[in-house]
Each structure stands twice: as structure tokens, then as C-alpha cells.
């Protein structure tokens, strides 16, 4: 019988599992190597006070229905703990032509903002969000809200009702069919990069992700998403989670094929029915189970080495003495580099440091936490390969530090570098040396087709019983949304072990019914 778990790691994935398994009465226990939660969410300061804050991890938040979900199915309210707030617009995108498109939430007025580019682009908004909504359901029911233990999964009864959408184009194609301009495709498409793919190899199944963009907009966390972490680990905390900060996990014990529980770097040996990893996934197979656990498996060293990862990101944190508060929250640049489909782009071979596409976070413009008043912080996100290939990162740093600020004007952001009090950088090699993520792949294991649903590495173990991965690297992929809902797997498969039944309120597709849903989601906490 499963009653106490231990969850190595408090990332989001770790702590959504000790907030579904202890709101279910089991004792858990969460050990984190950090002294702060969060894992990558866990933010950092600069300045020389620290008195600037900044995000490392996700950036947005989607559906906050399934996160206010956790919070309710454990007898709490997610109110309590963090406030959320509604970012408008989406995004603004910017390409290569000089053009740019707002996307927002406010599907009429984002339709006549895409006259401007043809007659009758707004019509075909209204049309493919049409063909959004009906898969939408669906869609996340069947790919995401789903254990994918066995090859059931693609039993023909259980996916027949998808074929209509196709599953099988490309996502460029899939788009292009409705707005026949690259603008528009790519604009919609571009998160296909995050999944560690192009929108010319992404299936259409995932068009789900930027129809619940519009759908149910983008949300920001008050205080950062570092905030969401200590939001998360209080609540935890108050239905009796023990956190043990601080503290490496050397290896998982196991006796007879079974989690056991834990051996700390100190040598301390913790006891458990079930163990729980949130962890790179193939950093924490290769250091945390012993070879002959793994051997076999999708897990064993060679399957890890011959999976496919996604891009890298180079990272600019920067501490300003001014505000852009005439900017959005998010701009994307889309350069004409963002359209290659020859395999060096495609497989991220090589670094473009000429005219990279790149993302911006200007949080300043919702939330001024994070920097002093008249101040405020920027994050830039510029793709890159991961350590698998041969780059001189010293050199790249050096060239991106000198040419972001001037990059930074195609998206409206003019004397960058004037402003400065404070910055850091982050290097493919950052990821791996100081944040454990196998060749610094952010977005973690690629979603190709060989890499997805049970051809994914699951979130319970096959080869040691009592053993759960949840993360970016299992079913159902990376992005904090898809985390969470790894966590949600493992916790439902523990309460049925544990003769709970189905974890409670399980699967949960938030109704299309709560998209209007606009006003800020408010803390009730002081303090």
C-alpha cells in the first residue's frame, strides 16, 4: 500500500505532484537541491542589491484552468496563492517584411487588424478558430489529459474521431490552408520551435496550442512565475508537505524492482512506497538509477543518446533605468531565417547570429515588481543549438551581448544599451553545467512522431515499480502547461495503486465556456 512519497525536485512538475498526492492524503515528502523552489522557474536577481528580479523559466501561462484545477482538487483555492493576470495583447509579432501582427483574445478586433494584410484574412481568423473549437476538446483529451501507457493509445476505436483534423499534415500546411500567408502561418506556428520542432515537420495536432492562446489568452503570473513557485510550495506546505531545500538526491534506492526511496548526497537514506523524479529526464535517468535499471529501456544510455532535443536558448537578463511602457508584455521577432527548411535549420546546426529570430519579455509593461519604480527589467530569447554540436560559446556569447541592443530596435526597443544597470547571460552550456538539463535542450526530448504519446519516455516507469518521471521529457511533452499535466498522470496512477480510485477531478478539459473569463485571478494573502 502507497502511503508516503518522496518527490525529488521542486519544479513545477514536482510540486503540482505534492500538491495532487498530499491534497489525496498521502504523506509527502519533496527534496530539492536548491534553496529555493521553482527548478528553472526559480528566477534570479541582478543589480548589486539584487534589486532587479527576472523570470528564467516559462514566461506565460496557458489555461489557467487546469492550474486553478490542482489547487481545488486539494481543498484550496488558487486565489489564496498567487494572483493571475491576463496579458493583452498575446503577443505582438514583428517580421521580416517590417509588418507585425498583435494577437490577442479579442478575436473581432485582431481580425481587423489582419485586413491590413488581404482582403479577407479576418474571415479566415474566424474560420480557423471555428476549426479550433471544434478539436480543441478532443484534441486534449486525447493527446494530452492521457496516461499513454500502451500502444492502446493508437488503437484505431480510441483515435477515429481525430481523423477529421488530419493529424497527420504539417502545422504550415494545416495553417496555410486558411490564411495562405507566411505571416499569418508563422505568426500562429512559431511555438512549434519550443517543441523542439519546424511548422513545416510539426503535426497540426499541435495548432491546439496557439488556438488556446486566443482562445483563452495569455496569462502572467503577479510577482513573476518565481512567485507561482513559493504560491505552489505554501500551499503544499499548508496540506502538510515536508520540504527538505537544500538538499542533492545522490540516487533512487530500489529492492526487488521496487522504488524504495532515496539516497541523499550527504549520505542520509530516506524510506517510501513510491518515488516521484522532476528532473531533466535524462539528466536525472543517468545520474540518479544505475545502468542495469535503465538497460533496455528508452531510458538505457544509448536510447538517450540517440533521441532527438530540441534547440537551445542563448538568454540576456537585463536590470534598465527606464520602462517601455509603450510595448507589449511579449514581442516576437520572426526574421526571414525563421522560414528555412534546409536541414542545418531545421535540425539547429548552426548558430545565426546575423539575423536570428528572437523572442522578448517586457514585463514591466503588467507587473512593476520586479525592478525599482521609473525602472524596469527585459529578457531576450535568442534560439541556438544545444551542446551536441559544435559551437564556440565563448564567442557567441561575445557577438549576441554586442548586437542584441541593436537587434532589440526591430521590435521597438531603441537604446538599450544606455539604459543598462545590470545584466546576465545564459549559454547553451549555462543550461547544462548549472541547471542540469542534458545538453542544454530546454524544450527537452523533440515531439517528433517517434517521440510521442507511448513512443515517448512515460511517466511511469516500466522497469522499476513505484518509479514516476513527470517533466518536459514524458507524456505529454515539454511547456509548463503539459508539466503540470505529467504531474496529473502520476498522481492519478498513485491514488488507483494506493485503492484511492482515479485521482479526483481527473482528466479535466477546461470548457471553452471560461474564456471570457478576463479579470484578474486576485490574491487573497497579504504579505
Known amino acids: 500500500m502507497v502511503q508516503h512519497v518522496i518527490v525529488v525536485g521542486a519544479g513545477p512538475g514536482g510540486l503540482t505532484a505534492a500538491i495532487n498526492l498530499a491534497g489525496q492524503g498521502f504523506r509527502v515528502t519533496v527534496v530539492e537541491k536548491d534553496a529555493v523552489p521553482g527548478g528553472r522557474m526559480k528566477g534570479l536577481t541582478l543589480g548589486r542589491d539584487g534589486e532587479y528580479a527576472v523570470d528564467t523559466g516559462p514566461s506565460i501561462l496557458q489555461l489557467p484552468g487546469i492550474l486553478k484545477q490542482i489547487f481545488w482538487r486539494a481543498g484550496k483555492q488558487l486565489e489564496d496563492y498567487v494572483t493571475l493576470v491576463p496579458v493583452d495583447p498575446n503577443t505582438r509579432v514583428h517580421f521580416w517584411d517590417g509588418t507585425h501582427l498583435d494577437t490577442r483574445r479579442d478575436l473581432e478586433r485582431m481580425g481587423q487588424d489582419l485586413e491590413k494584410f488581404g482582403a479577407g484574412k479576418g474571415r479566415a481568423l474566424q474560420e480557423w478558430m471555428e476549426d479550433g473549437r471544434r478539436k480543441y476538446a478532443l484534441a486534449y483529451e486525447k493527446f494530452i489529459c492521457t496516461n499513454a501507457g500502451s500502444l492502446d493509445y493508437y488503437a484505431p476505436w480510441r483515435l477515429a474521431p481525430t481523423l477529421r483534423f488530419k493529424p497527420w499534415q504539417t502545422l504550415y500546411r494545416q495553417l496555410d490552408s486558411f490564411f495562405h500567408d507566411d505571416r499569418m502561418t508563422y505568426a500562429l506556428a512559431y511555438p512549434s520551435k519550443y517543441l523542439g520542432l519546424h511548422p513545416t515537420t510539426c503535426s497540426s495536432v499541435f495548432s491546439v496550442i496557439p488556438f488556446i492562446e486566443l482562445c483563452f489568452g495569455v496569462w502572467h503570473v503577479q510577482g513573476g512565475f518565481r512567485e507561482l513557485s513559493r504560491g505552489m510550495m505554501k500551499c503544499a506546505q499548508d496540506l502538510g508537505v515536508t520540504f527538505r531545500m537544500g538538499t542533492a538526491v545522490e540516487r533512487v534506492r530500489t529492492e526487488a524492482g521496487r522504488a524504495v526511496g532515496v539516497k541523499l548526497a550527504s549520505g542520509e537514506v ?11 529526464l535524462a539528466y536525472a535517468a543517468q545520474k540518479l538509477l ?14 538517450l543518446e540517440r533521441a532527438k532535443y530540441s534547440c537551445s536558448t542563448f538568454m540576456a537578463y537585463y536590470g534598465l533605468d527606464t520602462t517601455y511602457a509603450d510595448l507589449p508584455h511579449h514581442l516576437i521577432y520572426l526574421s526571414e531565417s525563421a522560414r528555412r527548411t534546409d536541414k542545418d ?8 547570429v546575423e539575423d536570428p529570430p528572437f523572442y522578448v519579455c517586457n514585463p514591466g509593461v503588467t507587473d512593476g515588481t520586479g525592478a525599482p519604480k521609473g525602472h524596469s527589467t527585459l529578457y531576450v530569447l535568442v534560439p541556438t543549438p544545444n551542446t551536441a554540436r559544435p559551437v564556440d560559446w565563448a564567442k557567441t556569447e561575445a557577438t549576441l551581448r554586442e548586437r542584441i541592443p541593436k537587434m532589440l530596435e526591430k521590435v521597438g526597443i531603441k537604446g538599450l544599451r544606455e539604459h543598462v544597470k545590470a545584466e546576465r547571460y545564459f549559454t547553451a552550456e549555462t543550461w547544462r553545467d548549472d541547471f542540469n538539463v542534458f545538453r542544454g535542450a530546454v524544450f527537452n526530448l523533440s515531439h517528433t512522431w517517434m517521440q510521442l504519446g507511448p513512443l515517448r519516455p512515460r511517466v511511469k516507469n516500466a522497469q522499476v515499480e513505484g518509479l514516476y518521471f513527470v517533466g518536459g521529457g514524458t507524456h505529454p511533452g515539454s511547456g509548463l502547461l503539459t508539466i503540470m499535466e505529467s504531474a496529473n498522470i502520476a498522481a492519478d496512477y498513485l491514488t488507483r495503486e494506493a485503492g484511492k480510485g482515479p485521482l ?13 473569463e478576463q479579470a484578474p485571478l486576485r490574491m487573497a494573502r497579504s504579505g
Open 504 to 516: 479526483k477531478g481527473w482528466p479535466y478539459v477546461p470548457p471553452m465556456e471560461d474564456a471570457g
Open 290 to 303: 544505475a545502468p542495469e535499471l535503465r538497460e533496455g529501456s528508452r531510458l538505457s544510455d544509448g536510447a
Open 270 to 280: 530516506l524510506d517510501a512506497d513510491a518515488v516521484v523524479v522532476n528532473a531533466d
Open 345 to 352: 535549420a531545421l535540425e539547429d546546426r548552426t548558430v545565426d
